[in-house]
T-cell receptor
Framework: AQSVTQPDIHITVSEGASLELRCNYS??????LFWYVQSPGQGLQLLLK??????LVQGIKGFEAEFKRSQSSFNLRKPSVHWSDAAEYFC?????????FGSGTKLNVKP | NAGVTQTPKFQVLKTGQSMTLQCAQD?????MYWYRQDPGMGLRLIYY???????DKGEVPNGYNVSRLNKREFSLRLESAAPSQTSVYFC???????????????FGAGTRLSVL
């Protein structure tokens, strides 16, 4: 079955520290991959997407993600986290007209 | 440009009541989607409409019906609400259901539904 897995439910980092959120997918072929962010009480906002080509993609708010086919991973990174990055982050994949979402990772940022 | 608009924002129902959640997008997108979000489970697809005039079941369609009224509007109906349908419901739209760079989604702000 097609699935997207985010192994970390909660992550806490200090402001200014680097961040990496993990995402793994299971599909026969390389799907289209996405990262979304959800602030409390809000809908989801697209951070970045990967379709093909360069495996390192840049997104909004200083985020980037790297696609690694050998590991079936699409991890989200940010070099220096700001307090305003505290939110829930969702990895998603697209295949045959449908988007499949991971269960999300809640990011807390310590002052 | 409002994007994706969902109404109502909050709703409380009693078991067995019916209601329709409304969704409208003003971006001329072809595809529209309904999801429910429950703690620890991410977003699960209820129904989607790849284009005007078509609808298809998603992962959790039982207890729901949808109508793609026109290209702008995609409604979700609960015929007989159950406590298990207490959730946050999100509508989303996408420019295209085909391949290429037009595959991404815009989300509404959500409808918080409680069924007592």
């Amino acid at each position: 079955a097609q699935s997207v897995t985010q192994p970390d439910i909660h992550i806490t980092v200090s402001e200014g520290a680097s961040l990496e959120l993990r995402c793994n997918y299971s599909y026969g072929a390389t799907p289209y991959l996405f990262w979304y962010v959800q602030s409390p009480g809000q809908g989801l906002q697209l951070l970045l997407k990967y379709f093909s080509g360069d495996t390192l993609v840049q997104g909004i708010k200083g985020f980037e993600a790297e696609f690694k086919r050998s590991q079936s991973s699409f991890n989200l990174r940010k070099p220096s986290v700001h307090w305003s990055d505290a939110a829930e982050y969702f990895c998603a994949a697209y295949n045959f007209n449908k988007f499949y979402f991971g269960s999300g990772t809640k990011l807390n940022v310590k002052p | 440009n409002a994007g994706v608009t969902q109404t109502p924002k909050f709703q409380v129902l009693k078991t067995g009541q019916s209601m329709t959640l409304q969704c409208a997008q003003d971006m001329n997108h072809n595809s529209m989607y309904w999801y429910r979000q429950d703690p620890g489970m991410g977003l699960r697809l209820i129904y989607y409409s790849a284009s005007e005039g078509t609808t298809d079941k998603g992962e959790v369609p039982n207890g729901y019906n949808v109508s793609r009224l026109n290209k702008r509007e995609f409604s979700l109906r609960l015929e007989s609400a159950a406590p298990s349908q207490t959730s946050v419901y999100f509508c989303a739209s996408s420019p295209s259901s085909g391949a290429g760079g037009q595959i991404f989604q815009y989300f509404g702000a959500g409808t918080r539904l409680s069924v007592l």
